[in-house]
């Protein structure tokens, strides 16, 4: 697992490089330090969190550190920075309803199907609603995950009320007593409803419909954007029931650095990586294993 975790980060292990180079160069603490911020944030880290790692550093490691408590002290720092808010685990008792939200391309429905085959795994019983009516492909998108997984979906056409597919499909949830419910949402509406209040609607009727269920809503940021996840996230903060974050597209980029970015950022807990376009290209996120893996 560790091993697989670190052939897919090679991209971004590559970004890296410059940052062990430094802490293997046998230079000065000083001098490592100096050249420490500005590796950090070539390799997508981002101006405040680099920043915070190296006010650190310098307030906790001894005047005449060697390599080795530099890079303890790094390793701790940057797992410090994605530990910071704790994730609430996605598999408490009872069934729980998942809201895939974020912009257009960023995985949303590939994480669905990914969390879906997780929890089937598990032993769970799972649906998928299709509440991405944006486009046409969309919904077809998700129905042959659907057929490929044994996975039920429910299906609105193009154009429907996305809270009316999710009503549905709650409604056909609860008579299954199903365990877990995937919610795969738009990037973009057609009507002039502004998304986040769509999401809000959504999100209503889940509560309204399904008391019971745990509502967890999970944000997909695509890291081949690098810092601009930052940005693109911004917006979907507006969306009151934002609970943790899929960070995407981790593999084949050298700009898996943006994990610290967000994790700095949004007070919003990573809660999983993906790692490939496959249904098991789903990693649970751990900051440490992260952290050993990018840096050894
Ligand atoms: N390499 C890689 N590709 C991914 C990953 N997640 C999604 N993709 C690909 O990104 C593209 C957009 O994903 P999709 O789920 O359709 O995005 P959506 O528009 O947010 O629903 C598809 O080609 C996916 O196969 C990932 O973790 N790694
Ligand atoms: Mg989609």
Partial sequence: MFASLREKLAGTRGAFRKVEDLLRSGKRREEILDGLEEALILADVGVPAAGR??????????????????????????AAVLSRCPG??????????????????????TSAAKLAARFKREGKKVMMAAADTFRAAAQEQLALWGKKLNVPVVKGSYGADPAAVVFDAVQSFKAQQGDVLLVDTAGRIHTNTNLMNELEKVKRVVAREHPAARLESLLVLDATVGQNAVVQAREFLKFSGLTGIVLTKVDGTAKGG?????????????????????????????????VEALLS
């Fill in 258 to 290: 943006a994990a610290l970015a967000v994790a700095a950022e949004l007070d919003l807990p990573i809660k999983f990586i993906g790692v490939g376009e496959g249904e098991d290209d789903l990693c649970e996120f751990s900051p440490r294993e992260f």
């Fill in 88 to 109: 609430r685990s996605a598999d408490g008792p009872g069934p729980a309803v998942v809201l895939m939200v974020g912009v257009n391309g960023g995985g949303k429905t």
């Fill in 53 to 78: 790692i190296l006010e650190s550093l310098r307030t906790k490691t001894r005047k005449d550190a060697g390599q080795d408590e530099l890079e303890r002290a790094l390793k701790d720092e940057l």
